[in-house]
T-cell receptor, first 114, second 115 residues
């Protein structure tokens, strides 16, 4: 089954404690993105990747890092989380840039930073 | 600037009523795609429809229908005879070629269907 898998689904952590949210897709997609969802703001892109070892900032990259060492994996790293990073996070992958095929989204990771 | 606006933050209806969710977008691109996603209380994003900017035909899928009008830059979504299971947050999104095929989302409309 084609899917994007995020882990964990839920995470409560303390300010400053490094954490990683994993994302893996089994569709051999080149393009992957991370989004965060906040009330009243919809989803906003954090980082994206065009291929292995090719990553770039999206619209709200501050406080986040990513890596793309393998095509299937695109982890999101918060090296020093702060309460304003409390949010619902989604990983997405797609096979083309045109929009002709829809992006596949992971199940979401609800992060709370206290 | 590219932008999507869903002016209705919350809508509450009684079961079997029809409801329309509005979506207005801004883009200077001549070729683009628009999407609707549903987010049920469980939190995942469920793809509903994709529409190419060259295809202005309305689309119907069961109780769902979409009205795309380039002249007003709108892509509205209507649920006919709403059901409690339609209760969710609905997002309209504009796809752009840049930034890895980024989706620009509207703020979302929370639909509550009461029995």
């Amino acid at each position: 089954e084609a899917q994007v898998t995020q882990n964990p689904r839920y995470l409560i952590t303390v300010t400053g404690k490094k954490l990683t949210v994993t994302c893996s897709q089994n569709m051999n997609h080149e393009y992957m993105s991370w989004y965060r969802q906040d009330p009243g703001l919809g989803l906003r892109q954090i980082y994206y990747s065009m291929n292995v070892e090719v990553t770039d900032k999206g619209d709200v990259p501050e406080g986040y890092k990513v890596s793309r060492k393998e095509k299937r994996n695109f982890p999101l790293i918060l090296e020093s989380p702060s309460p304003n990073q409390t949010s619902l996070y989604f990983c997405a992958s797609s096979s083309d840039l045109s929009g002709h095929t829809e992006a596949f989204f992971g199940q979401g990771t609800r992060l709370t930073v206290v | 600037a590219q932008k999507v606006t869903q002016a209705q933050t919350e809508i509450s209806v009684v079961e079997k009523e029809d409801v329309t969710l509005d979506c207005v977008y801004e883009t200077r691109d001549t070729t683009y795609y628009l999407f609707w996603y549903k987010q049920p209380p469980s939190g995942e994003l469920v793809f509903l429809i994709r529409r190419n900017s060259f295809d202005e035909q309305n689309e119907i899928s069961g109780r769902y229908s979409w009205n795309f009008q380039k002249s007003t830059s709108s892509f509205n979504f209507t649920i006919t005879a709403s059901q409690v299971v339609d209760s969710a947050v609905y997002f309209c999104a504009l796809h752009i070629y840049n930034q890895g095929g980024k989706l620009i989302f509207g703020q979302g409309t929370e639909l509550s269907v009461k029995p």
